[in-house]
C-alpha cells in the first residue's frame, strides 16, 4: 500500500470535482458533487446500479459534460485542454477492443494517433503486452483471445499512452470469480509499480475494499462517505453506508446520556446499549446503533456480570459459509440479529442449533452510532 | 449396442439433413440449372430459319447417331463472333464501366444515408428504413417514365435550373449517360443502404469512445473503426447493385440514347430483332461469365471471414 496521506490537506489534488451536477433531460444522475483525489492514489467509486458513479466517470473522461461545475486536472479545467492533451485514459467495462485490429493494433490505436514514431510504438507495444503478461499474443485478433486476456488487452491499451489517470468501469465484472480474485491482485501491483492515479467503478464493495485506497460510496447522485475501506466499514457515517457496505444489524434507540467517550442508548425495541462514541451525540437524540455480526458474541448461556449490550433469543437460521457460520437470532424483544462465529475447530456436532435459546452480546467498542 | 444406435440415429440424422437441403437444391436445379443448361446449349448451335431457330435439335427417340449428329452440330463460332466484333466488346466495357460508376456513386449516396439511419433514435430506425423503401411500393417502369418526364427538355429539373438562373438554355439530359448513372442510382439506392444499415447498425458505440479516449478525432475515429467494421456491408450491397445493373436493360433503354448500348440492350437486339438466338444466348453466357468472377470473390472473402472468427 501506499503510504501517501491523502486527506493531507497541503497536497494539490490530481482531480477535483467542484459541485459537479449532471442531469440527463429531468433525470438528476450527479447532483453537486465535490471530491478530491489524489496523484498515485487507487480511488474507488462504489454505489448501487444508479447511483451516478459511471456518469461520474464518464465526466472525467469527457464523454459527458458537467451540467453544472466544473473538472479540474492537476489545477486546470479540463474543459479548457484538448482531448488528445488530457493525460487520462479509459478501460470499458465491455472492454471495446477494435475487433477488426491485432492485440498489437489495438494497443497501438492510441500512440499513433499522438504521431509516435514507428519504431518507439513497437518498442511500446512490447513493453505493453509484457506488462499485461502477454507476450508473443501480440498477433491475434481480440476474438482469438479468452476473457481473461481480452481484459489485459484493454488495461494495456488504456495504459499504453501512460496516462496519469487511468479510469476503469467495472474492470472485472465480466470475469469469472476465481479470475477477477487473482486479477484484483495483479491491478494492485500494476498501480504501485506504475505510479499511476487509478479511478474505478465497481458496484462489487469486495472489490472496492481489496483494491482502493480511498472508497467514495455514492448514492442517488450524491457522494455519502469518503475515506479508506476500513473507516467506511468500521466507522461508517450512516445507516445507509452501514447497511450497503458487509453485513449489519441495526439497533434503533434514543440516546440517554453521552458523556466522556461513553454513549448510553435506550433501545426502541427494550434494552440498554453502551457504545463507545467518539462524537457527541444530544440527549433525547434518535439514533441507530451498528453492530457488525462478527463481533457479537453468541453464547448458550446469559453471562451473569452483564445488563447492556446482552439480548437474549432464539435461533431461527444458522447460514454456514465454510470459514464462518451466520446465526440468525430473533431476539425477544422483537428485533433480528446477526452472529457470526469463526469455524475455527472442526466440529461435527454445532454446538448450538436452529431454535436453541441464546444470548449474544458485544463489547461497547464494537458498536457505531449512527446520527443519520 | 448402445455404438451401433448411437450411429443408426446420426444416419437418420444425416438422412434428415440431406431432405432438408434436396427441396432448394431441386428448386435450383429445376429453375436455375436445366435453363442455364438449355441456353449453354442454344449458344453453341446455328441459326436456322426455323422453329425454333436454330440448329442441330436433340432428338433421342432417333437414338444415338442422332446423337452424334448433334453433338457434332455443336460449336464455339458464336463466341469467335462476340470475341471479334467490336459491338460486343463496346457493350461489355460500357456495361462494366456504368455499373462501376454506379455502384460508385450509390455507395457515396448510400453510406451516409444508411449511417444516419444506424445513428439516428432507435425507435425511429425502422420507419426511416421504411422511407428508404417506401417509393418502390409503385411500379418500377412508372417511376422511370416519371423520370423521363422530369429529364425531359421541357421537363421539371430544366424548369427548375433556369428558373433559379443557373442555366439559359434548357440542357439535353435525356438519352444521356448521365440520365443511365442516375436512374440506375435511384432505382437501386435500397438495395445499396439496406445492407450498409444491417452492418452499421450492428455497431458497438463504445469502440467509437474508446477511439475519442485514445485520442482519435471524429473523422478519424470514422475512417479508421466504422469504415473498416461495415465493410461486410460495403461489399454486400456494391455485389447486390454491381451485378443487376451490369445486365441492366430497361433504364438504358428508356433513359439513354442509342447510338451506345449496353449489354443487356444488345442482348435484347439480337434476340427479338436479329432473331438470332444462338449469339443472343452467347452473350448471356458470356455475361454471367463475367459476373462470377466478383461473386467468387466474394465468396472467398467471406469464408476467410469465418474461418477468421
Redesign the interface.
Known amino acids: 500500500m501506499l503510504e501517501d496521506n491523502p486527506d493531507d490537506s497541503a497536497a494539490r489534488p490530481l482531480v477535483r470535482f467542484e459541485a459537479v451536477s449532471k442531469r440527463f433531460g429531468s433525470i438528476v444522475a450527479v447532483e453537486r458533487l465535490s471530491l478530491d483525489i489524489f496523484e498515485r492514489e487507487f480511488f474507488a467509486l462504489l454505489g448501487p446500479s444508479g447511483c451516478g458513479k459511471t456518469t461520474l466517470l464518464r465526466m472525467l473522461?469527457w464523454?459527458e459534460q458537467p451540467s453544472q461545475g466544473r473538472i479540474l486536472l492537476d489545477g486546470a479545467d479540463i474543459s479548457a485542454v484538448p482531448?488528445?492533451r488530457r493525460p487520462v485514459?479509459?478501460m470499458?467495462q465491455?472492454y471495446?477492443?477494435?475487433?477488426?485490429l491485432t492485440v498489437e493494433g489495438n494497443i497501438a490505436?492510441?500512440l499513433k494517433?499522438?504521431g509516435m514514431p514507428k519504431p518507439e510504438i513497437a518498442i511500446r507495444v512490447c513493453e505493453m503486452l509484457a506488462l499485461v503478461k502477454l507476450d508473443g499474443f501480440g498477433a491475434r485478433?481480440p476474438?482469438q483471445l479468452s476473457g481473461g486476456q481480452r481484459q489485459r488487452v484493454a488495461l494495456a491499451?488504456?495504459l499504453a499512452?501512460r496516462p496519469r489517470v487511468l479510469l476503469l468501469d467495472e474492470p472485472l465484472s465480466a470475469l469469472d470469480r476465481k479470475l477477477r480474485e487473482d486479477t484484483r491482485f495483479e491491478l494492485m501491483e500494476l498501480q504501485e509499480k506504475l505510479g499511476l492515479t487509478f479511478i474505478i467503478v465497481t458496484h462489487d464493495q469486495e472489490e472496492a475494499m481489496t483494491l482502493a485506497d480511498r472508497i467514495g460510496v455514492m448514492n442517488g447522485g450524491q457522494l455519502v462517505q469518503v475515506a479508506t475501506p476500513s473507516e467506511i466499514y468500521e466507522q461508517p457515517n450512516s445507516r445507509w453506508v452501514a447497511d450497503f457496505i458487509g453485513d449489519v444489524s441495526l439497533i434503533e434507540g434514543r440516546v440517554v446520556s453521552s458523556a466522556l467517550g461513553q454513549t448510553i442508548i435506550e433501545s426502541a425495541a427494550g434494552g440498554r446499549l453502551i457504545v463507545t462514541h467518539p462524537g457527541d451525540a444530544a440527549a433525547g437524540a434518535s439514533v441507530a446503533v451498528a453492530v457488525r455480526p462478527e463481533k457479537v458474541r453468541i453464547e448458550a448461556m446469559p453471562s451473569p456480570a452483564r445488563n447492556e449490550n446482552c439480548f437474549a433469543g432464539r435461533v431461527t437460521e444458522i447460514g454456514y459459509l465454510g470459514g464462518v457460520s451466520i446465526y440468525k437470532v430473533k431476539l425477544d424483544n422483537g428485533l433480528n440479529m446477526k452472529a457470526a462465529v469463526a469455524n475455527s475447530q472442526r466440529l461435527t456436532e454445532p454446538p448450538i442449533k436452529a431454535g436453541d435459546q441464546v444470548w449474544l452480546n458485544f463489547p461497547p467498542d464494537a458498536g457505531v452510532v449512527l446520527l443519520r | 449396442m448402445i455404438l451401433a444406435t448411437a450411429s443408426r440415429e446420426k444416419t437418420r440424422r444425416d438422412w434428415g439433413r440431406r431432405l432438408v437441403i434436396l427441396i432448394p437444391a431441386l428448386w435450383l436445379t429445376v429453375f436455375f440449372l436445366v435453363p442455364c443448361l438449355i441456353v449453354l446449349k442454344i449458344s453453341l448451335s446455328q441459326t436456322a430459319i426455323a422453329q425454333p431457330p436454330y440448329l442441330p435439335l436433340l432428338d433421342l427417340a432417333a437414338g444415338w447417331p442422332s446423337i452424334k449428329d448433334f453433338i457434332a452440330g455443336l460449336s464455339f463460332d458464336n463466341y469467335k463472333i462476340l470475341g471479334s466484333d467490336w459491338l460486343y466488346l463496346t457493350s461489355y466495357l460500357r456495361s462494366l464501366a456504368i455499373a462501376t460508376l454506379s455502384t460508385l456513386i450509390l455507395l457515396l449516396v448510400g453510406y451516409p444515408v444508411a449511417y444516419g439511419i444506424a445513428r439516428a433514435p432507435r425507435r425511429l430506425q425502422p420507419l426511416l428504413v421504411m422511407a428508404v423503401f417506401l417509393p418502390f411500393l409503385t411500379a418500377f417502369l412508372i417511376r422511370i417514365y416519371a423520370w423521363i418526364n422530369i429529364l425531359q427538355r421541357e421537363g421539371l429539373l430544366n424548369d427548375v435550373l433556369i428558373a433559379l438562373g443557373i442555366v439559359r438554355e434548357p440542357v439535353v439530359w435525356l438519352a444521356t449517360d448521365a440520365a443511365i448513372v442516375l436512374g440506375i442510382v435511384y432505382s437501386y439506392l435500397p438495395f445499396m443502404v439496406l445492407p450498409l444499415y444491417a452492418s452499421l447498425e450492428k455497431m458497438d458505440e463504445s469502440l467509437l469512445e474508446a477511439a475519442a479516449d485514445l485520442g482519435a478525432p471524429r473523422w478519424k475515429a470514422f475512417w479508421l473503426i466504422t469504415v473498416p467494421l461495415s465493410a461486410p456491408g460495403i461489399v454486400a450491397g456494391a455485389l447486390l447493385c454491381f451485378i443487376p445493373i451490369a445486365g441492366e436493360f430497361v433504364i438504358p433503354d428508356l433513359l439513354g440514347g442509342s447510338d451506345a448500348l449496353m449489354i443487356g440492350q444488345t442482348l435484347w437486339t439480337e434476340f427479338f430483332q436479329n432473331k438470332d438466338w444462338p449469339v443472343a444466348s452467347a452473350v448471356a453466357i458470356a455475361l454471367l461469365a463475367i459476373l462470377l468472377a466478383p461473386i467468387l470473390i466474394y465468396q472467398h472473402l467471406q469464408m476467410r471471414a469465418l474461418e477468421d472468427r
Open positions: 473522461a464523454f482531448p488528445h485514459n479509459m470499458f465491455s471495446a477492443l477494435f475487433p477488426h490505436f492510441g494517433q499522438d485478433k476474438h491499451r488504456a499512452k
